[in-house]
């Protein structure tokens, strides 16, 4: 064991940044991975194995210690950065685990960053279940590489003195630049759905009977139709798109907390999309269930009462196990429905 080591030089934090953006950004200023750069600050020779994994939510108040004293700042500027100190009245559900290390991001954000020279950064907010459109410059998230296909992950690079960001993959830039103008009809449908992104949002930092009643009805939309080994779910009625069946993705949909976290942002869009069709403003049902949405749920399975989690527990329960689509591998290549949706309900 040496002494603990202060950094000379450390990039400050952004005050929309995600913790562990930060901590890649030091890190990578010295080329060192963030496990080896805590270790190097703490004087361990070997990386401290409690410390290993950085919770974007709740951060370890001793790995905050380490990097607050290594790069010369407040710890409670770190504590700050947390997403459970941004958004302390959101249930913990409706904030992405971003498993696998996956991230949704908006290239034309990285751009703006390095057209005011400066490193680009992960936003927190982006971390948000219900965040599909970036409301600063109404594009939509991306959470797949647009070179390889692969779900996205990120890695920071210095080019021309600056941080940049790559697909961990491939290892192409993550730019907006060089992409094809949006036309019109693809603005007014961003902008759309930005709006039924808001409302979602207000619902669940809201009245909790609100947030239930969402969760029940995004479960009921991807529940399967109500016939045996049906590999269609509920939502399916209503666009046109001959023999789509349930991306693999969606069933753990049905038996969740906060149901939208396991689904990618295209299908995160579509569901809101049908939310706000189906329900206007309000994006649930409140006294009448509209008529073009008591069809479509008359068709939705039943679905069993011990299929739900509790929330915030960690059994791994059978629950979703038990009421799923009949899906296979091979659904999960099958394409996604055109963004050209009809926005009315469809007859089941």
Not at 49 to 67: G, N
Not at 271 to 299: C, K, Q
Request: with cysteine; net charge positive.
């Amino acid at each position: 064991m040496t002494a603990a080591i202060r950094l000379p030089v450390a990039p400050r934090p952004f005050r929309d940044e995600l913790l562990s953006s930060w901590m890649v950004r030091v890190a990578s200023r010295y080329g060192l991975e963030v496990p080896d750069m805590t270790a190097y600050m703490a004087g361990q020779r070997d990386t401290l194995p409690l410390l290993r994994q950085i919770d974007d939510t709740a951060p370890d108040p001793e790995l905050l210690k380490i990097w607050a004293r290594g790069c010369r700042i407040d710890p409670a500027r770190l504590e700050r950065l947390s997403l459970k100190f941004r958004h302390h009245n959101r249930p913990r559900d409706w904030i992405s685990s971003a498993r696998g290390g996956g991230v949704s991001v908006c290239f034309a954000c990285f751009d703006a960053d390095v057209a005011v020279g400066r490193d680009a950064y992960i936003r927190a907010d982006w971390r948000l279940v219900e965040r599909v459109v970036c409301p600063v410059h109404k594009e939509m998230l991306r959470d797949r590489c647009l070179e390889c296909g692969a779900h996205l992950r990120t890695s920071f690079r210095l080019r021309t003195g600056l941080l940049r960001v790559f697909c961990a993959k491939c290892e192409c830039l993550l730019t907006g630049r060089g992409g094809a103008r949006a036309d019109r009809a693809d603005t007014a449908f961003t902008e759309g759905t930005l709006t039924f992104q808001r409302q979602v949002e207000r619902i669940i930092n809201g009245d909790k009977g609100h947030l239930a009643l969402l969760e029940r009805t995004i479960r009921a939309l991807w529940a399967p139709l109500d016939r045996a080994g049906a590999a269609r779910p509920v939502l399916a009625l209503w666009f046109d798109q001959e023999g789509w069946n349930c991306p693999f993705e969606a069933r753990a949909a049905v038996g969740a907390p906060a149901p939208l976290q396991h689904l990618s942002v295209r299908w995160r869009v579509l569901t809101l999309v049908i939310l706000g069709d189906l329900f206007g403003e309000r994006m649930v049902p409140m006294a009448t269930m509209p008529e073009a949405a008591a069809r479509l749920f008359r068709r939705a399975a039943p679905i069993p009462a011990g299929t739900l989690r509790a929330q915030g527990s960690n059994q791994q329960g059978r629950g979703p196990d038990r009421h799923r689509h009949k899906t296979s591998p091979a659904i999960e290549q099958e394409p996604s429905p055109p963004m050209e949706w009809k926005l009315r309900g469809r007859e089941g």
